[in-house]
C-alpha cells in the first residue's frame, strides 16, 4: 500500500498527486542514473523550516563561545567520537518538529522509488557550517589547510549533539562506512537561504558512475566549474560543478559515491542544514539496484580514507575545492 495512504491521506487529493508520484519516482531514478542525485523543485514547507530552525539556535550561541580553549584542547585531544550520536543528538529533542520533511509527499515518494517502501533512516542530524568570525584564531591556525574540517574535536562536549564543518573537500558519503555496499542516500534540507557566501554544497554531477574511490581523491579543476576525476583502473570523467544555493526549504538527494564539498562558509552567520542518512529497504527490487548496476567502479570499499592518523587527527594536507 502506498504509506501516503497510510498516513491518512485524503483520498480526493491522492488521486490528483498519483501521476505527479508516478512521474517524480521516474524522475528520480533517472536523475540518480546520469547525475547521481535529485535536486527537489518544490521547496519543503518554509514554516516548519523557520520554526525548527528558531528552536535550533534558541540552545546556544553560534559564536567562539562553543570553542575549547587551546589549552583546554591540548590538555586532553580527542579526535575520535566527537560527533552527535545516540543519546547526544539534538534532533532526539526536536523529533516532533521533522514531520515537513519526514512526512513530505515528495520527499517519500522519491525515498520510496529509490530505496522501496520500507527504507530505513540510519542517521539524521544538524549539520552547522561555522562562519569565520566564529572560530577562535588559535583554532584557524591549527586546522588551515586540512581536507576535512570537521570541528568536533574542538567543540566543548556539551555542544557536541551538532555537527559543525569550517569546510569540506570533495568527498562520498561513502567514507564513514567500510564495507558496506552503497545502497543509501543522503537527504539534505536548507533551514534559511543559502546563497554563494554561505558555505553552499558543491555537487560533482555523475560522479558517482566511477563508484566507490578512496578519500583524497583523484580530482583537478580544469574550468571554473569543470574538473577531471579518476578513480584508478575504473576510468576517469569530465564533470560539472553545481554549486548547491536556494532558498529556504531547498531540498536534494545524491547517492553515496556522489562528490560533494562546501567551501568555508564567506558569511557573517552560520549555515545550519539537516542531514539524513536513508537506507534501502527489503524489498525484491528498488531504483538503486538500476543506479548501482550502471557504477563502472565498487559500490563498496574495505577502506575508506587514507587522511586520517591512528588517533583520527589528520595526517594529510591539502583542499582541493579551496586549491582548484
Known amino acids: 500500500m502506498n504509506p501516503l ?3 491518512g491521506t485524503d483520498m480526493n487529493a491522492l488521486a490528483k498527486t498519483d501521476y505527479a508520484a508516478w512521474s517524480l519516482s521516474e524522475a528520480v531514478v533517472s536523475d540518480f542514473v546520469r547525475k547521481g542525485a535529485h535536486i527537489f523543485d518544490e521547496r519543503l514547507d518554509e514554516h516548519g523550516c523557520a520554526e525548527l530552525l528558531a528552536q535550533i539556535r534558541a540552545t546556544r550561541r553560534f559564536d567562539e563561545s562553543l570553542f575549547l580553549s587551546e589549552a583546554e584542547f591540548d590538555a586532553n585531544p580527542q579526535h575520535v567520537g566527537v560527533n552527535p550520536r545516540p ?3 539534538l534532533l532526539e529533542r526536536l523529533e516532533a518538529k521533522l514531520g515537513f520533511v519526514e512526512r513530505s509527499p515528495q520527499i517519500v515518494e522519491a525515498l520510496w522509488s529509490l530505496l522501496g517502501p520500507d527504507y530505513r533512516i540510519l542517521d539524521k542530524k544538524v549539520v552547522c557550517d561555522v562562519p569565520a568570525r566564529s572560530l577562535p584564531a588559535w583554532l584557524k591556525r591549527r586546522i588551515h589547510g586540512d581536507p576535512v574540517n570537521n570541528l568536533g574535536a574542538y567543540v566543548r562536549p556539551e555542544h557536541r549533539d ?4 569550517y569546510g569540506i573537500d570533495f568527498h562520498q558519503d561513502l567514507i564513514d562506512y567500510k564495507d558496506r555496499e552503497a ?3 543522503t537527504l539534505y534540507v536548507y533551514l534559511h537561504p ?3 557566501q554561505d558555505a553552499p554544497l558543491y555537487l560533482l554531477e555523475g560522479s558517482h558512475r566511477l563508484g566507490g574511490a578512496v578519500f583524497p581523491h583523484d580530482l583537478k579543476r580544469t574550468g571554473p566549474d569543470c574538473w577531471r576525476y579518476r578513480n584508478g583502473r575504473h576510468g576517469e570523467m569530465y564533470l560539472t560543478q553545481r554549486v548547491l544555493t536556494g532558498e529556504t526549504g531547498f531540498a ?3 547517492h553515496a559515491c556522489a562528490l560533494h564539498g562546501a567551501q568555508p562558509d564567506a558569511a557573517d552567520h552560520e549555515r545550519i542544514s539537516l542531514r539524513y542518512l536513508i537506507g534501502r529497504g527489503e524489498a525484491a527490487a528498488a531504483g538503486i539496484d538500476a543506479v548501482n548496476a550502471t557504477l563502472a567502479g ?14 583520527g587527527s ?4 591539502g583542499n582541493v575545492v579551496l586549491e582548484g
Open 5 to 7: 495512504v497510510e498516513r
Open 87 to 89: 543519546g547526544r543528538n
Open 162 to 165: 551538532i555537527t559543525y564543518f
Open 183 to 185: 545502497d543509501f542516500i
Open 194 to 196: 543559502v546563497t554563494e
Open 252 to 254: 536534494a538527494m545524491w
Open 298 to 311: 565498487p559500490a563498496s570499499l574495505a577502506d575508506t580514507r587514507k587522511d586520517l592518523a591512528a588517533d
Open 314 to 317: 589528520a595526517q594529510l594536507r
